[in-house]
């Protein structure tokens, strides 16, 4: 009876890790479809103020895939684990579904303000109501957390290096400039807003 146990335990782990690469293969095709969608869709229009992306999204185009690429590759060459338990798994999974529906969700919620180059738009104006309370750029926290929960899914901590960081580097380089032309256009309002909420991680930075 105990082997037959161990057996059917066996059996449901093996079916539940293919249930998971399942679901992981399905939200790496979603987060590339929406994110190649917003490239192509959100861009800036002849009216808008130009020149101040300084080639900010050349170089997330850059960084995410290679970092994606690089992550992966090296979780079937190395083996260094994060964890031994299953959990890692889903709960990587977890942050790469929230990462990628809240990013959605606040890109539809700047609506017509929202494009991937860094623009300033005819009638533009700060936005200030929910993420946006706490974070000056929610979008990108939640991209980000997609690349964490990338990592951990692949519970590696080289990938989870690899897979975090040149997003992250990217981001940061993005934000500093899309501030200076935010700082450019509003001034002190945008310097107030700037001295009450933090870059990413509410209440931390």
């Known amino acids: 009876m105990k082997n037959t146990d161990h057996f059917s335990l066996f059996t449901f782990k093996i079916s539940a890790m293919k249930t998971l690469q399942i679901i992981f293969t399905v939200s790496m095709f979603a987060w590339f479809l929406s994110e190649i969608l917003y490239k192509n869709i959100l861009k800036s229009n002849p009216k808008d103020k130009k020149g101040k992306d300084k080639s900010t ?10 970092s994606v690429a690089s992550s992966v ?20 999974v977890i942050f790469i579904y929230i990462g990628i529906v809240l990013r959605f969700i606040i890109i539809k919620s700047l609506g017509k303000y929202f494009t991937v180059d860094v623009t300033i738009r005819e009638n533009h104006q700060i936005k200030k109501e929910g ?9 990108y926290a939640f991209s980000l957390l997609t690349s964490l929960g990338l990592g951990l899914y692949l519970n590696n901590w ?17 934000i500093t400039v899309e501030e200076r ?13 700037r001295r009450k909420t933090k870059k990413l991680i509410p209440f931390v930075y």
Do not use: C, M
Not at 57 to 66: E, G, K, R, T
Not at 79 to 90: A, D, G, L, Q
Not at 181 to 193: I, N, P, R
């Open 158 to 174: 080289l990938s989870l290096v690899l897979a975090f960081v040149p997003p992250f580097i990217a981001f940061s380089y993005r």
């Open 131 to 139: 993420f946006y309370k706490y974070l000056r750029h929610p979008s």
């Open 181 to 193: 032309a935010l700082v450019e256009q509003f001034g002190e309002e945008y310097l107030e807003y």
């Open 73 to 92: 590759t090296v979780s079937y060459l190395i083996k260094f684990p994060i964890s031994n338990e299953v959990w890692i798994y889903y709960l990587g």
């Open 57 to 66: 999204l050349n170089l997330l185009w850059l960084a995410i895939p290679f």
